[in-house]
T-cell receptor
């Protein structure tokens, strides 16, 4: 079945470490997105990519980096420059037109 | 820039009753899409219903229906015969239909719905 796979489900990071969250889709969608969700809050856009080898900053890109070397994959790296990385991270993909996003199941990142 | 507002941070409904969640949005565009997403405790985001702005007919999906008022820029979600499984955070969302848009979906802040047995 087609879908989006995010891994790991839970991730713990020590202060000063970089960590990478994985997002893979087999929906053949061109566009992919990373959102951050804090407790009781809405979704804030971190980065998005419309095509391979191209990506754009969202509203809260500072302290994060991404790559898009393959259509299926859009990993997110949370760098040590991100001062408050503890949050729930959602990856999504979409196809052109009036369709909504398909979301992954999310990664819960905790700084220890 | 487009914005989406949900004025009810929390709502509750008795099981089997009907509840309406409110959403308003601001845009200067005439063609766009509107969505309601559900996020249960599992935190998996699920698309509940979708509305195309150029269609006057309100979308329905089983127990879920919308009241789309384009002139008022209002897009409310009605849940009929509420079930315990409807308890979740509900997000209203907007997507431009412009070809120049990068298809970003703009989300409202969410409404937390509790269902009382």
């Amino acid at each position: 079945d087609g879908g989006i796979t995010q891994s790991p489900k839970y991730l713990f990071r020590k202060e000063g470490q970089n960590v990478t969250l994985s997002c893979e889709q087999n929906l053949n969608h061109d566009a992919m997105y990373w959102y951050r969700q804090d407790p009781g809050q809405g979704l804030r856009l971190i980065y998005y990519s419309q095509i391979v080898n191209d990506f754009q900053k969202g509203d809260i890109a500072e302290g994060y980096s991404v790559s898009r070397e393959k259509k299926e994959s859009f990993p997110l790296t949370v760098t040590s420059a991100q001062k408050n990385p503890t949050a729930f991270y959602l990856c999504a993909s979409s196809r052109p037109g009036g369709y909504g996003y398909t979301f992954g199941s999310g990664t819960r990142l905790t700084v220890v | 820039a487009q914005t989406v507002t949900q004025s009810q941070p929390e709502m509750s409904v008795q099981e089997a009753e009907t509840v309406t969640l409110s959403c308003t949005y601001d845009t200067s565009e005439s063609d766009y899409y509107l969505f309601w997403y559900k996020q249960p405790p599992s935190r998996q985001m699920i698309l509940v219903i979708r509305q195309e702005a150029y269609k006057q007919q309100n979308a329905t999906e089983n127990r879920f229906s919308v009241n789309f008022q384009k002139a008022a820029k209002s897009f409310s979600l009605k849940i009929s015969d509420s079930q315990l499984g409807d308890a979740a955070m509900y997000f209203c969302a907007y997507r431009s239909a412009l070809r120049t848009s990068y298809d970003k979906v703009i989300f409202g802040p969410g409404t937390s719905l509790s269902v009382i047995p």
